[in-house]
Every structure is written in C-alpha cells, then in structure tokens.
C-alpha cells in the first residue's frame, strides 16, 4: 500500500505522511527476512506493512489506538492493542521501529480525540519519546537496534540526549528537509 488516498481509512487514525516513508524506508534498508520487528504506535499500519513487504520480515505492529489496530489489521497487518512496549516479552524483538507524537503542543490544550494523541508530543515535543526511550531496551534481543523518528521541532540532539541516558548511542541513517522542518531517523544501539 502506497502513500496514496484509500477509502477505507479510519478518520480517528494517522495515516502515511512523509515521516512515515522515511522511517519505513529506513527500516526496510537495514533489515531482512530473520528479524523480528516491533512498529510501536502503527497508526495505518503503513510502515509494519511495508517492512514486511520488502525485508520479509515477521512484524508485529502496536497501538494504544484501537482504530488504528482495526485499520492495520483489515490491512492484513498482525497487530496488537499496547501501551508503548508494555506486554511484549523481554529480549523479544531484532528490531523496533517508532514514528512517535513529537509536535511540541502547548500544555494548556485538552486532547480529547485519537488523531490529537497521534500528533502531540507535549510541551518539548518528547512526552511520548522520554518513556519509549526509558522501556524499549527491554523488549530488544542482543544486538538489537531502534529506528526512531524525530523532527527539528522537538529538537534532535535532545532526544539524542536522552536516548544516551537510557543507555544507547544514536547515529542518524536518514533525513528529509521540509520548509518547517527537518525529520530525521535515529538508529540506536544499546
């Protein structure tokens, strides 16, 4: 399935943009057919169905939406309702990929509906971000690796940062410029 419109889509999802591709595309260059791949917060389920696709590999995509779990799975997408990585098994996973809520939104706005949750990172853009990066290493296999996705607007040598303080480094494999921001894919490494 293509960045293109389909008629099917659920109005309380994200569906793919540009930071979707790029992560997709990222992941599918640097993974093959004996991964085992987490997509956190999968939205459409655009880019599990795309690493799939292309690597071959067995991807399980996650989401606290349950539109977005519906929309994934009527993709033919094997999904599962979660908070982050709250019940996947320890060293579980070859790889994790997550395009995560990352617009700074001021912290007097009541969000109230799914498309608002996928969109909002908080105040610093990192709300979501700083906890993924707190329990993602438990679901990682030795030698595992994250792709992470994150903009100029959060501010990437932030959640550089922060990812170095939960214990990974951090190389970025792809960037894309647009004329409000810079989207970049962060690999991490425990």
């Excluded at 929309?71 to 709250?86: F, K, P, Y």
Aim: glycine share 8%; net charge negative; with cysteine.
């Amino acid at each position: 399935m293509g960045l293109e419109e389909r008629r099917d889509v659920e109005t309380d999802v994200y569906q793919p943009a540009e930071d979707s591709a790029l992560l997709a595309e990222a992941a599918c260059e640097r993974l093959d057919e004996s991964d085992l791949v987490l997509e956190v917060g999968t939205g459409s389920g655009y880019v599990a169905g795309k690493i799939a696709d292309e690597t071959n590999a067995r991807v399980i995509a996650s989401d606290i939406n349950p539109h977005a779990v519906r929309q994934a799975r009527g993709d033919g997408v094997e999904t599962a309702r979660a908070d982050l990585v709250a019940p996947f098994r320890d060293g579980e996973f070859d790889a994790v990929a997550f395009n995560p809520p990352y617009l700074p939104t001021d912290p007097e706005n009541e969000w109230d509906d799914w498309m608002e949750h996928a969109l909002s990172g908080g105040e610093d853009g990192r709300a979501v971000i700083d906890p993924f990066l707190e329990t993602v290493g438990r679901v990682l296999a030795p030698e595992g690796v994250v792709y992470l996705l994150v903009s100029s607007l959060t501010g990437v040598d932030a959640v550089v940062e922060r990812a170095g303080e939960a214990g990974f480094s951090a190389v970025a494999v792809a960037d894309e410029s647009f004329p409000f921001e810079t989207l970049t894919v962060l690999e991490l490494h425990q």
